[in-house]
């Protein structure tokens, strides 16, 4: 392992903040994060990732761990079911086509959310109508305590919409390592229904789709709609849909009618975000070299040389103006360091 010193961060995290880490390192082992983990030498230590879903908006006082740990592998299969682990350092699209090389089905609606796949328990990440949860069977983790990897199950990981374990009472306390998930093998479930997959896979002369061809669906409109973060500095979706009470929709509902909206239960109803952003006025605005991204306004944008803070302060902005203008309060889905 080379410590480095007093190095920028930008190439680290999707945003393309310029921030330094005080030290970094990169780890391709188990064995290595243990023994980086309790050196005495570097009393501060900080976990990256992916950097898919944080903004840096100060310098990094203490070692950087990147987590760099590869591979991937078939654990077991039968007839209609097989199980994969992937390390967590694995760029998450890329074990996505992994998947769908080998016709496992499962992940194809996840196709293209930027990060690794250590990162995607935390949050639960979804898109189009699936969720992380859906799929996972397991991960490792190492608990920062006692150095044993643990094992958490789908149960003992409380996934919620975005939300994990991880988020609440077991952050800053695990390392995920690894990660298993249950796909499908021959009889795949195809999820169309959700947002433009139908039209885009009629779009493409698709009647009889397959996992691979929901996934092209899948990229092509997350192409049209959100920046590539290798162009333009982003994080994906900001922020979180927010999910009110029946009685706090049926209020909305009054006052802005043509507002879409989704049913999670009797009692709570999920409003876009992007929808609520972009009828606040913020969709495509820009601000010196930061902004909204003029198709997506849950995506912010850093046009080049803006600071975290650049992208904070819009962020607090825009939910100023969503909660005085719709009475809803929206919450960042990126976490801010």
């Known amino acids: 392992m ?4 007093n190095i920028s961060l930008k190439p680290y995290n999707t945003f393309g903040i310029d921030v330094k880490a005080k030290q970094f390192v990169s780890v391709s082992s188990i064995e290595e994060l243990k023994d980086i983990y309790t050196s005495s030498a570097y009393p501060k230590k900080f976990i990256l990732g992916g950097g898919s879903n944080m903004l840096l908006t100060k310098d990094i006082d203490a070692l950087v761990i990147h987590l760099n740990l590869k591979g991937k592998q078939i654990i077991s299969q039968s007839d209609n079911e097989v199980l994969v682990q992937s390390l967590a350092g694995e760029n998450w699209h890329e074990f996505v086509l992994w998947t769908l090389e080998n016709d496992f089905g499962g992940l194809e609606n996840l196709s293209l959310i930027p990060g690794n796949v250590g990162t995607s328990p935390i949050q639960n990440i979804g898109a189009y109508g699936v969720e992380l949860k859906d799929v996972f069977h397991s991960c490792n983790a190492l608990n920062l305590e006692t150095l044993e990897v643990e094992t958490f199950t789908k149960d003992t990981c409380e996934f919620d919409y975005r939300n994990s374990i991880f988020k609440q ?16 093998a021959k009889e ?21 789709p397959t996992i691979q061809d929901v996934s092209k669906a899948v990229i092509a409109i997350r192409e049209s709609k959100l920046p590539d973060p290798k162009e333009i500095g ?20 009054k006052n ?43 995506v912010l944008v850093n046009y080049g040389g803006a600071s975290g803070n650049d992208i904070l302060e819009l962020s607090q902005l825009i939910q100023e103006t969503v909660a005085r203008i719709f009475d809803i309060n929206i919450e960042a889905e990126v976490n801010i360091i």
């Open 234 to 253: 982003n994080s994906g979706s900001f922020f979180k849909n927010p999910i009110i009470s029946k009685s706090e929709f049926l209020k909305f509902k």
């Open 188 to 208: 795949h479930i195809l999820h169309t229904n959700y947002g433009a997959i139908t039209s885009e896979l009629q779009a493409m002369m698709v009647t009889e």
């Open 169 to 184: 009472q077991a952050k800053g306390k695990y390392i995920i390592t690894s990660v298993m998930f249950n796909l499908s």
């Open 256 to 298: 802005f009618p043509d507002a879409p909206h989704y049913i999670v239960s009797d009692k709570e109803v999920k409003v876009p975000a992007g929808w609520l952003i972009e009828h606040a006025g913020f969709k495509g605005k820009t601000f010196d070299n930061y902004g909204v991204h003029k198709k997506q306004a849950l």
């Open 2 to 5: 080379h410590i480095q010193h």
